[in-house]
């Protein structure tokens, strides 16, 4: 029995070679499958739409936006009236393929996600019933509503299930690397070769595995040595108030990493460089060598993948009936 199934396993490897290699820690990007284009189309209105905030100046793309990566290049992000927010902005790239959503995993999933942003004092500052009557103030949306949800009525429901549909199709596929687990050895070089082999060796890849080497778990920040920062936030310990949690945060994707600096939920690091080197004393209670450091480096950058490419939606004009945007209140 045993050797039957050492020999299934040896004939999987086998035919894997082709394909994607069966046995590796991380696995390709998969492109998005698009079933209602219309919906799509609708949440990517609303992604861009600044309306949706009291100032009507900051859309989900200020903090997340699609031409750096999925996030703002910001320690942490500037919401309603210059408000310092709390913390960094992770990217939206790929983020349908997490556990949960937000540092902490407040949010089970991207629909829930979406409807935060627009109430929160401290980031989009409305209130969902005035963002609601916005839209249904825009004959275009009323009819775009209608066409998707059958009715014209709008509701918050279908506001940010339209949104995390848009969302979903905001994957990375064919990086560099994915494109070396598929089969394809010049992909990556040498030295990223050798990164990505350290990178499995010393045990990054505990926390950092699967399609977006992350955001499939949560994990404490300073495993082996505690991590100093200034920044009050407690992980998922506040919300279960468990000593046990404190500083336990979600294991955030490592695609498109060169492109979505700072580092860590406090943005205290700028160089992909130091936040290895912090990871590998703090995580796994290593000293890394400046070339190893290199190497992994280099490895992070091969999965850059394909960015979103879109046409940039042209939103309908508002009409006599919209509420006024409240820029400086
Ligand atoms: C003012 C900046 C700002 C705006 C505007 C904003 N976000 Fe965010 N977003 C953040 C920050 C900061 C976080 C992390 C908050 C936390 O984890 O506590 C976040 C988290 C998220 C996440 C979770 C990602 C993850 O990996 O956990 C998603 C998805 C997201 N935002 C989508 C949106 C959408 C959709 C909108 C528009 C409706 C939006 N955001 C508007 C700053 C912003
Ligand atoms: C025990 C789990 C664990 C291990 C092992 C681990 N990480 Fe992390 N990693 C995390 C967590 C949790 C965070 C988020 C920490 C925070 O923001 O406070 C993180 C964040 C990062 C970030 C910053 C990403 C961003 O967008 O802010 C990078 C880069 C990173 N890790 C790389 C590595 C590398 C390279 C290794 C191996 C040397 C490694 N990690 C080992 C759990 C781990």
Request: net charge negative; proline share 8%; with cysteine.
């Amino acid at each position: 029995m045993r050797s039957l199934s050492l020999l299934a396993g040896v004939c999987l490897s086998v035919n894997a070679l082709a394909a994607v290699p069966a046995n590796e820690p991380v696995q390709p990007i998969a492109p998005a499958e698009i079933t209602s284009p219309a919906k799509v189309e609708l949440g990517k209105q609303l992604f861009f739409d600044p309306r949706l905030s009291r100032s009507g100046f900051i859309s989900c793309n200020s903090c997340h936006n699609l031409s750096m990566g999925g996030s703002d290049n910001l320690p942490t992000s500037i919401g309603h009236n210059w408000q310092e927010g709390p913390i960094n902005s992770p990217t939206v790239l790929n983020s349908s393929l997490n556990l949960a959503q937000f540092w902490d995993g407040r949010a089970a999933d991207l629909k829930e996600q979406a409807a935060g942003p627009i109430a929160n004092p401290k980031e989009m500052a409305f209130t969902h019933i005035l963002a609601i009557d916005v839209l249904r103030s825009i004959p275009q949306y009323r009819d775009a509503f209608k066409t998707v949800y059958g009715s014209e009525e709008i509701t918050l429901d279908d506001v940010t299930d339209a949104i995390a549909e848009f969302e979903k199709t905001l994957v990375t596929p064919n990086s560099r690397f994915d494109k070396w687990l598929k089969g394809d050895k010049d992909a990556i070089t040498q030295t990223e070769r050798e990164g990505y082999e350290l990178f499995k060796s010393i045990g990054c890849v505990a926390c950092h595995n699967g399609p977006a080497l992350g955001g499939n778990s949560f994990q404490k920040m300073g495993l082996v040595e505690p991590y100093q920062t200034d920044n009050p936030a407690e992980g998922v310990a506040g919300l279960t108030g468990k000593d046990a949690d404190r500083f336990k945060f979600k294991v955030p994707t490592l695609r498109n990493v060169e492109l979505t600096y700072p580092y860590f939920h406090d943005g205290a690091y700028w160089k992909l460089e130091e936040s290895v080197d912090v990871m590998a004393r703090l995580q796994l209670g290593r000293k890394l060598s400046d070339e190893e450091i290199g190497k992994i480096t280099a490895f992070l950058k091969t999965l850059t993948g394909e960015q979103p490419s879109f046409a940039l939606p042209i939103l309908p004009p508002s009409s006599n009936d919209t509420p006024r945007p409240q820029p400086f209140e």
